[in-house]
DNA sequence: AGAGCGGGTGTACGAACGTACACCGAGGGG
DNA sequence: CCCCTCGGTGTACGTTCGTACACCCGCTCT
Protein backbone atom coordinates (compact mmCIF):
# COMPACT_ATOMS: atom_id res chain seq x y z
CA UNK A 1 0.00 0.00 0.00
CA UNK A 2 1.58 2.98 -1.36
CA UNK A 3 0.38 5.52 1.13
CA UNK A 4 0.60 9.72 0.38
CA UNK A 5 3.86 8.44 -1.87
CA UNK A 6 3.66 12.01 -3.14
CA UNK A 7 1.38 14.53 -1.07
CA UNK A 8 0.04 13.85 2.12
CA UNK A 9 -1.49 17.66 2.13
CA UNK A 10 -2.17 17.83 -1.79
CA UNK A 11 -5.85 17.65 -1.09
CA UNK A 12 -5.39 20.74 2.08
CA UNK A 13 -3.00 22.02 -0.71
CA UNK A 14 -6.25 23.21 -3.09
CA UNK A 15 -8.24 24.23 -0.80
CA UNK A 16 -6.06 26.81 0.38
CA UNK A 17 -5.54 27.79 -3.37
CA UNK A 18 -8.81 27.67 -4.15
CA UNK A 19 -9.64 30.29 -1.41
CA UNK A 20 -6.85 32.19 -2.88
CA UNK A 21 -8.49 32.02 -6.00
CA UNK A 22 -12.12 32.94 -5.32
CA UNK A 23 -10.40 36.16 -3.20
CA UNK A 24 -8.70 37.16 -5.91
CA UNK A 25 -11.28 36.47 -8.92
CA UNK A 26 -14.20 35.38 -7.21
CA UNK A 27 -16.49 32.08 -7.60
CA UNK A 28 -17.42 33.38 -11.21
CA UNK A 29 -13.36 33.45 -12.34
CA UNK A 30 -12.76 30.36 -10.66
CA UNK A 31 -11.79 27.69 -12.60
CA UNK A 32 -9.98 23.78 -11.71
CA UNK A 33 -7.54 25.43 -14.48
CA UNK A 34 -6.62 28.53 -12.49
CA UNK A 35 -6.88 26.31 -9.27
CA UNK A 36 -4.27 24.11 -10.37
CA UNK A 37 -1.88 26.42 -11.75
CA UNK A 38 -2.47 28.19 -8.14
CA UNK A 39 -1.73 24.83 -6.09
CA UNK A 40 1.46 23.82 -8.06
CA UNK A 41 -0.90 20.51 -8.93
CA UNK A 42 -1.92 18.77 -12.51
CA UNK A 43 -5.46 19.64 -13.84
CA UNK A 44 -6.49 15.68 -13.42
CA UNK A 45 -5.92 15.77 -9.59
CA UNK A 46 -8.83 18.55 -9.79
CA UNK A 47 -10.98 15.67 -10.40
CA UNK A 48 -9.23 13.42 -8.48
CA UNK A 49 -9.45 14.64 -5.07
CA UNK A 50 -12.96 16.14 -5.85
CA UNK A 51 -15.98 14.98 -7.19
CA UNK A 52 -16.15 18.27 -9.44
CA UNK A 53 -16.68 22.08 -8.96
CA UNK A 54 -19.80 22.07 -6.57
CA UNK A 55 -17.85 19.83 -4.01
CA UNK A 56 -14.79 21.92 -4.29
CA UNK A 57 -16.10 24.90 -3.33
CA UNK A 58 -18.18 23.22 -0.45
CA UNK A 59 -14.67 21.88 1.02
CA UNK A 60 -12.78 25.26 0.40
CA UNK A 61 -16.14 27.21 1.82
CA UNK A 62 -16.25 24.41 4.59
CA UNK A 63 -13.03 25.38 5.67
CA UNK A 64 -13.19 29.23 5.15
CA UNK A 65 -16.38 29.17 7.66
CA UNK A 66 -14.47 26.99 10.15
CA UNK A 67 -11.52 29.37 10.44
CA UNK A 68 -13.88 32.46 10.97
CA UNK A 69 -15.66 30.65 13.68
CA UNK A 70 -12.37 30.09 15.24
CA UNK A 71 -11.76 33.37 15.53
CA UNK A 72 -14.97 34.31 16.98
CA UNK A 73 -14.65 32.05 19.38
CA UNK A 74 -11.13 33.03 20.46
CA UNK A 75 -11.89 36.51 21.08
CA UNK A 76 -14.97 35.95 22.68
CA UNK A 77 -13.43 32.71 24.69
CA UNK A 78 -10.72 35.46 26.35
CA UNK A 79 -12.88 37.73 27.71
CA UNK A 80 -13.82 37.74 30.93
CA UNK A 81 -16.57 39.97 31.54
CA UNK A 82 -19.33 41.78 29.68
CA UNK A 83 -17.22 44.81 29.17
CA UNK A 84 -15.05 42.51 27.59
CA UNK A 85 -17.54 40.62 25.70
CA UNK A 86 -18.69 44.53 24.40
CA UNK A 87 -14.82 45.23 23.20
CA UNK A 88 -14.33 41.72 21.81
CA UNK A 89 -17.21 42.71 19.40
CA UNK A 90 -16.42 45.67 18.51
CA UNK A 91 -12.71 44.23 17.99
CA UNK A 92 -14.34 42.20 15.49
CA UNK A 93 -16.53 44.39 13.40
CA UNK A 94 -13.31 46.55 12.64
CA UNK A 95 -11.28 43.66 12.28
CA UNK A 96 -13.38 42.07 9.41
CA UNK A 97 -13.83 45.55 7.72
CA UNK A 98 -10.79 47.61 8.09
CA UNK A 99 -9.52 48.83 4.56
CA UNK A 100 -5.64 48.43 5.21
CA UNK A 101 -5.67 45.03 5.71
CA UNK A 102 -5.89 42.81 2.69
CA UNK A 103 -5.97 39.53 4.72
CA UNK A 104 -9.60 41.63 5.99
CA UNK A 105 -10.69 42.48 2.53
CA UNK A 106 -10.49 38.82 1.99
CA UNK A 107 -12.27 37.77 4.83
CA UNK A 108 -15.23 40.25 3.65
CA UNK A 109 -15.01 38.97 -0.01
CA UNK A 110 -15.35 35.47 0.92
CA UNK A 111 -17.93 36.28 3.30
CA UNK A 112 -20.03 37.97 0.25
CA UNK A 113 -19.07 35.11 -2.08
CA UNK A 114 -20.59 32.28 0.25
CA UNK A 115 -24.04 34.18 1.16
CA UNK A 116 -24.33 34.57 -2.76
CA UNK A 117 -23.88 30.53 -3.04
CA UNK A 118 -26.18 30.57 -0.23
CA UNK A 119 -28.86 32.46 -1.38
CA UNK A 120 -29.22 30.19 -3.94
CA UNK A 121 -28.11 26.99 -2.96
CA UNK A 122 -29.54 24.36 -0.51
CA UNK A 123 -26.07 22.98 0.03
CA UNK A 124 -24.42 26.22 0.80
CA UNK A 125 -26.89 27.35 2.85
CA UNK A 126 -26.21 24.67 5.68
CA UNK A 127 -22.82 26.05 6.14
CA UNK A 128 -23.83 29.39 6.71
CA UNK A 129 -26.41 28.15 9.33
CA UNK A 130 -23.70 26.56 11.04
CA UNK A 131 -21.35 29.32 11.30
CA UNK A 132 -24.59 31.26 12.63
CA UNK A 133 -25.51 28.91 14.92
CA UNK A 134 -21.82 28.78 16.54
CA UNK A 135 -21.33 32.72 16.32
CA UNK A 136 -24.68 32.90 18.48
CA UNK A 137 -23.29 29.85 20.65
CA UNK A 138 -19.99 32.23 21.28
CA UNK A 139 -21.92 35.44 22.08
CA UNK A 140 -24.30 33.19 24.77
CA UNK A 141 -21.21 32.73 26.42
CA UNK A 142 -21.60 36.43 27.40
CA UNK A 143 -24.70 37.38 26.29
CA UNK A 144 -28.91 36.08 26.31
CA UNK A 145 -29.85 34.42 23.38
CA UNK A 146 -32.47 37.49 22.31
CA UNK A 147 -29.27 39.42 22.79
CA UNK A 148 -27.09 37.07 21.02
CA UNK A 149 -29.36 36.81 17.78
CA UNK A 150 -29.68 40.76 17.83
CA UNK A 151 -25.47 41.36 18.10
CA UNK A 152 -24.87 38.48 15.45
CA UNK A 153 -27.44 40.31 13.14
CA UNK A 154 -25.45 43.76 14.32
CA UNK A 155 -22.07 42.96 13.48
CA UNK A 156 -22.95 41.20 9.89
CA UNK A 157 -24.62 44.93 9.39
CA UNK A 158 -21.77 46.77 10.57
CA UNK A 159 -19.03 45.22 9.05
CA UNK A 160 -20.60 44.78 5.35
CA UNK A 161 -21.15 48.72 5.67
CA UNK A 162 -18.15 50.40 7.15
CA UNK A 163 -15.99 47.76 4.85
CA UNK A 164 -18.16 48.97 1.44
CA UNK A 165 -18.51 52.51 2.73
CA UNK A 166 -16.45 55.86 1.66
CA UNK A 167 -15.19 57.37 4.32
CA UNK A 168 -15.82 53.97 7.41
CA UNK A 169 -17.35 54.77 10.55
CA UNK A 170 -15.40 55.29 14.10
CA UNK A 171 -15.18 52.84 16.38
CA UNK A 172 -16.98 55.18 19.16
CA UNK A 173 -20.26 54.37 16.67
CA UNK A 174 -19.63 50.73 16.70
CA UNK A 175 -18.61 50.48 20.37
CA UNK A 176 -21.99 52.98 20.44
CA UNK A 177 -24.81 50.82 18.85
CA UNK A 178 -23.07 47.52 20.74
CA UNK A 179 -23.89 49.12 24.05
CA UNK A 180 -27.40 50.16 22.87
CA UNK A 181 -28.17 46.86 21.80
CA UNK A 182 -26.84 45.17 25.10
CA UNK A 183 -28.61 47.06 27.34
CA UNK A 184 -32.11 46.71 27.85
CA UNK A 185 -34.61 49.30 28.21
CA UNK A 186 -36.20 51.03 30.49
CA UNK A 187 -39.64 50.46 30.26
CA UNK B 1 -33.91 59.60 -38.82
CA UNK B 2 -35.25 56.24 -37.76
CA UNK B 3 -35.77 57.14 -34.17
CA UNK B 4 -37.25 54.07 -31.57
CA UNK B 5 -38.24 52.43 -35.27
CA UNK B 6 -38.86 49.00 -33.66
CA UNK B 7 -39.06 49.17 -29.99
CA UNK B 8 -38.10 52.22 -27.87
CA UNK B 9 -37.79 50.36 -24.52
CA UNK B 10 -35.72 47.68 -26.13
CA UNK B 11 -32.83 48.60 -23.62
CA UNK B 12 -35.32 49.18 -20.18
CA UNK B 13 -36.55 45.26 -21.44
CA UNK B 14 -32.93 43.79 -21.44
CA UNK B 15 -32.04 45.16 -17.73
CA UNK B 16 -35.22 44.11 -16.59
CA UNK B 17 -34.25 40.49 -18.21
CA UNK B 18 -31.23 40.87 -17.13
CA UNK B 19 -31.86 41.27 -13.46
CA UNK B 20 -34.46 37.84 -13.85
CA UNK B 21 -31.73 36.06 -15.14
CA UNK B 22 -29.03 37.14 -12.58
CA UNK B 23 -31.67 36.49 -9.86
CA UNK B 24 -32.19 32.74 -11.60
CA UNK B 25 -29.13 31.57 -12.05
CA UNK B 26 -26.73 34.62 -10.58
CA UNK B 27 -23.39 36.86 -11.65
CA UNK B 28 -21.72 33.77 -13.02
CA UNK B 29 -24.18 31.97 -14.57
CA UNK B 30 -24.87 35.03 -16.56
CA UNK B 31 -24.47 35.63 -20.32
CA UNK B 32 -25.28 37.69 -23.28
CA UNK B 33 -26.62 34.73 -25.41
CA UNK B 34 -29.27 33.79 -22.13
CA UNK B 35 -30.21 37.78 -20.88
CA UNK B 36 -30.83 38.01 -25.04
CA UNK B 37 -33.37 34.51 -25.18
CA UNK B 38 -35.02 36.13 -21.74
CA UNK B 39 -35.44 39.03 -23.02
CA UNK B 40 -36.92 38.02 -26.64
CA UNK B 41 -34.11 39.74 -28.66
CA UNK B 42 -31.02 38.66 -30.94
CA UNK B 43 -27.55 38.26 -29.76
CA UNK B 44 -26.42 40.74 -31.34
CA UNK B 45 -28.42 43.39 -29.37
CA UNK B 46 -26.38 42.71 -26.30
CA UNK B 47 -23.30 44.80 -28.24
CA UNK B 48 -25.44 47.16 -29.63
CA UNK B 49 -27.25 48.57 -26.68
CA UNK B 50 -23.98 47.91 -24.05
CA UNK B 51 -20.16 47.92 -24.01
CA UNK B 52 -19.98 44.26 -22.75
CA UNK B 53 -20.84 42.48 -19.83
CA UNK B 54 -19.47 45.02 -17.50
CA UNK B 55 -21.67 47.66 -18.44
CA UNK B 56 -24.55 45.55 -19.08
CA UNK B 57 -24.40 44.54 -14.99
CA UNK B 58 -23.67 48.24 -13.92
CA UNK B 59 -26.96 49.24 -15.81
CA UNK B 60 -28.68 46.11 -14.75
CA UNK B 61 -27.64 47.21 -10.61
CA UNK B 62 -28.23 50.87 -11.23
CA UNK B 63 -31.90 50.07 -12.01
CA UNK B 64 -32.25 47.73 -9.14
CA UNK B 65 -30.51 49.64 -6.46
CA UNK B 66 -33.05 52.30 -7.68
CA UNK B 67 -35.77 50.88 -7.37
CA UNK B 68 -34.29 49.43 -3.59
CA UNK B 69 -34.13 53.08 -2.49
CA UNK B 70 -37.46 54.02 -3.68
CA UNK B 71 -39.27 51.03 -1.17
CA UNK B 72 -37.31 52.39 1.74
CA UNK B 73 -37.94 56.45 0.87
CA UNK B 74 -41.81 55.33 -0.09
CA UNK B 75 -41.99 53.40 3.31
CA UNK B 76 -39.87 55.82 5.61
CA UNK B 77 -41.73 59.12 4.09
CA UNK B 78 -44.97 57.52 5.08
CA UNK B 79 -44.04 57.04 8.38
CA UNK B 80 -45.56 60.67 10.38
CA UNK B 81 -43.79 59.82 14.05
CA UNK B 82 -40.96 58.21 15.55
CA UNK B 83 -43.05 55.11 16.32
CA UNK B 84 -44.48 54.53 12.74
CA UNK B 85 -40.75 54.63 11.43
CA UNK B 86 -39.68 52.35 14.14
CA UNK B 87 -42.78 50.21 12.69
CA UNK B 88 -41.60 51.30 8.70
CA UNK B 89 -37.95 49.45 9.84
CA UNK B 90 -38.72 46.72 10.66
CA UNK B 91 -41.36 46.04 7.98
CA UNK B 92 -38.66 46.91 5.74
CA UNK B 93 -36.25 43.73 7.36
CA UNK B 94 -39.53 41.70 7.17
CA UNK B 95 -40.36 42.21 4.03
CA UNK B 96 -36.74 41.38 2.87
CA UNK B 97 -35.96 38.27 4.23
CA UNK B 98 -40.15 36.82 4.65
CA UNK B 99 -39.52 33.56 2.87
CA UNK B 100 -42.86 32.75 1.25
CA UNK B 101 -42.59 35.96 -0.70
CA UNK B 102 -40.44 34.70 -3.88
CA UNK B 103 -40.35 38.11 -5.21
CA UNK B 104 -38.15 38.94 -1.94
CA UNK B 105 -35.83 36.12 -1.74
CA UNK B 106 -35.24 37.96 -5.40
CA UNK B 107 -34.18 40.96 -3.27
CA UNK B 108 -31.80 39.32 -1.19
CA UNK B 109 -30.29 37.46 -3.81
CA UNK B 110 -29.68 40.39 -6.11
CA UNK B 111 -28.40 42.32 -2.73
CA UNK B 112 -25.45 39.73 -2.46
CA UNK B 113 -24.40 39.56 -6.06
CA UNK B 114 -23.79 42.81 -5.68
CA UNK B 115 -22.00 43.06 -2.67
CA UNK B 116 -19.89 40.54 -4.30
CA UNK B 117 -19.26 42.54 -7.52
CA UNK B 118 -18.55 45.65 -5.03
CA UNK B 119 -16.12 43.70 -2.62
CA UNK B 120 -13.59 43.28 -5.37
CA UNK B 121 -14.69 46.28 -8.46
CA UNK B 122 -14.80 49.97 -7.33
CA UNK B 123 -17.61 50.66 -10.20
CA UNK B 124 -19.91 48.82 -8.64
CA UNK B 125 -19.00 49.69 -5.25
CA UNK B 126 -20.15 53.19 -6.17
CA UNK B 127 -23.82 51.90 -6.38
CA UNK B 128 -23.66 50.46 -3.31
CA UNK B 129 -22.24 53.91 -1.69
CA UNK B 130 -24.86 55.84 -3.42
CA UNK B 131 -27.44 53.01 -2.10
CA UNK B 132 -26.56 53.74 1.48
CA UNK B 133 -25.94 57.11 1.36
CA UNK B 134 -29.44 57.42 0.13
CA UNK B 135 -30.60 55.16 2.55
CA UNK B 136 -29.23 56.72 5.50
CA UNK B 137 -30.73 59.93 4.09
CA UNK B 138 -34.32 58.46 4.42
CA UNK B 139 -33.75 57.27 8.25
CA UNK B 140 -32.58 60.76 9.02
CA UNK B 141 -36.09 62.14 8.06
CA UNK B 142 -36.95 60.69 11.64
CA UNK B 143 -33.17 59.66 13.70
CA UNK B 144 -30.29 61.54 13.85
CA UNK B 145 -27.24 60.81 11.56
CA UNK B 146 -25.61 58.12 14.26
CA UNK B 147 -28.77 56.19 14.62
CA UNK B 148 -29.48 56.72 10.84
CA UNK B 149 -26.31 54.71 9.96
CA UNK B 150 -26.68 52.24 13.02
CA UNK B 151 -30.03 51.64 12.26
CA UNK B 152 -28.96 51.18 8.55
CA UNK B 153 -26.15 48.58 9.62
CA UNK B 154 -28.91 46.69 11.67
CA UNK B 155 -31.65 46.57 8.79
CA UNK B 156 -28.93 44.83 6.60
CA UNK B 157 -27.69 42.12 9.09
CA UNK B 158 -30.94 41.08 10.51
CA UNK B 159 -32.41 41.02 6.99
CA UNK B 160 -29.33 38.57 5.75
CA UNK B 161 -29.79 36.38 8.70
CA UNK B 162 -32.93 36.22 8.90
CA UNK B 163 -33.43 34.69 5.15
CA UNK B 164 -30.52 31.95 5.70
CA UNK B 165 -31.89 31.29 9.27
CA UNK B 166 -33.41 28.04 9.39
CA UNK B 167 -36.17 29.30 11.85
CA UNK B 168 -36.50 32.76 10.61
CA UNK B 169 -36.82 34.83 14.32
CA UNK B 170 -39.58 36.55 15.06
CA UNK B 171 -41.21 40.43 14.57
CA UNK B 172 -40.94 40.89 18.02
CA UNK B 173 -36.88 40.33 18.15
CA UNK B 174 -36.56 42.94 15.32
CA UNK B 175 -38.82 44.95 16.93
CA UNK B 176 -36.95 44.62 20.21
CA UNK B 177 -33.59 45.23 18.38
CA UNK B 178 -35.09 49.06 16.92
CA UNK B 179 -36.19 49.65 20.07
CA UNK B 180 -32.99 49.25 21.86
CA UNK B 181 -30.93 50.84 19.02
CA UNK B 182 -33.14 54.19 19.09
CA UNK B 183 -33.63 54.48 22.38
CA UNK B 184 -30.20 56.45 24.24
CA UNK B 185 -28.95 54.58 26.77
CA UNK B 186 -29.25 55.95 30.56
CA UNK B 187 -26.04 56.80 31.35
C1' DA C 1 -38.20 56.55 -58.28
C1' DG C 2 -33.68 55.66 -57.22
C1' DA C 3 -29.74 56.06 -54.25
C1' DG C 4 -27.44 56.14 -50.03
C1' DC C 5 -27.28 56.03 -45.15
C1' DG C 6 -27.20 54.05 -40.76
C1' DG C 7 -29.55 51.46 -37.11
C1' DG C 8 -29.85 46.78 -36.20
C1' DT C 9 -28.57 41.68 -36.70
C1' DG C 10 -26.70 36.89 -37.90
C1' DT C 11 -22.71 34.46 -37.88
C1' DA C 12 -18.24 33.01 -37.14
C1' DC C 13 -13.83 32.86 -34.47
C1' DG C 14 -10.63 32.05 -30.81
C1' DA C 15 -10.40 31.15 -26.07
C1' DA C 16 -11.63 28.88 -21.96
C1' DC C 17 -14.27 25.76 -19.60
C1' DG C 18 -15.67 20.92 -16.93
C1' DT C 19 -15.05 16.39 -17.23
C1' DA C 20 -14.03 11.68 -18.81
C1' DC C 21 -10.75 8.34 -19.56
C1' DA C 22 -6.71 5.93 -21.48
C1' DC C 23 -2.51 5.61 -19.81
C1' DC C 24 1.87 5.54 -16.79
C1' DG C 25 5.09 3.87 -13.44
C1' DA C 26 6.34 2.94 -8.58
C1' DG C 27 6.12 -0.67 -5.33
C1' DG C 28 4.51 -4.91 -3.23
C1' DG C 29 3.34 -10.02 -3.85
C1' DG C 30 4.61 -14.37 -5.78
C1' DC D 1 13.11 -11.03 -10.86
C1' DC D 2 8.83 -10.39 -13.07
C1' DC D 3 4.15 -9.01 -13.10
C1' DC D 4 0.17 -6.86 -11.52
C1' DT D 5 -2.23 -3.33 -9.11
C1' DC D 6 -3.88 1.06 -8.50
C1' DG D 7 -3.02 5.98 -7.17
C1' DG D 8 -2.16 9.66 -9.99
C1' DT D 9 -1.91 12.37 -14.51
C1' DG D 10 -1.97 14.23 -19.44
C1' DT D 11 -4.85 14.92 -23.08
C1' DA D 12 -8.70 15.46 -25.86
C1' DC D 13 -13.79 16.28 -26.56
C1' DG D 14 -17.91 18.76 -26.69
C1' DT D 15 -19.88 22.95 -25.04
C1' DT D 16 -20.30 27.64 -24.12
C1' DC D 17 -18.67 31.96 -23.92
C1' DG D 18 -17.67 37.33 -25.38
C1' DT D 19 -17.02 39.96 -29.08
C1' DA D 20 -16.12 41.66 -33.73
C1' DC D 21 -17.84 42.69 -38.08
C1' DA D 22 -19.83 42.05 -42.67
C1' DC D 23 -24.17 42.49 -44.12
C1' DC D 24 -29.25 43.69 -44.65
C1' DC D 25 -33.13 46.59 -45.36
C1' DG D 26 -36.40 50.41 -44.15
C1' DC D 27 -36.35 55.08 -44.36
C1' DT D 28 -35.27 59.67 -46.05
C1' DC D 29 -33.76 62.91 -49.23
C1' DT D 30 -33.01 64.52 -53.89
Redesign the interface.
Known amino acids: MTFGRHDPDRRARIIRATLDVIAEV ?3 GTSHRRVAAHAGVPLGSMTYHFDGMDDLLREAFGSFTESAVALFEERLGAARDIAEARTAVADLVHHLSDENAPEH ?1 RT ?2 LS ?2 L ?2 L ?3 KPAF ?1 EL ?2 EW ?1 RRSRRALEWHFDP ?1 TA ?2 L ?7 A ?7 EP ?1 ERA ?1 TV ?2 I ?3 T ?4 D
Chains 1, 2 share one sequence.
Do not use: F, K, N, S
Open positions: GVAQLVHEYTAARRTRMVRQDALIEGLIHRALDTHLEATRLTPTA
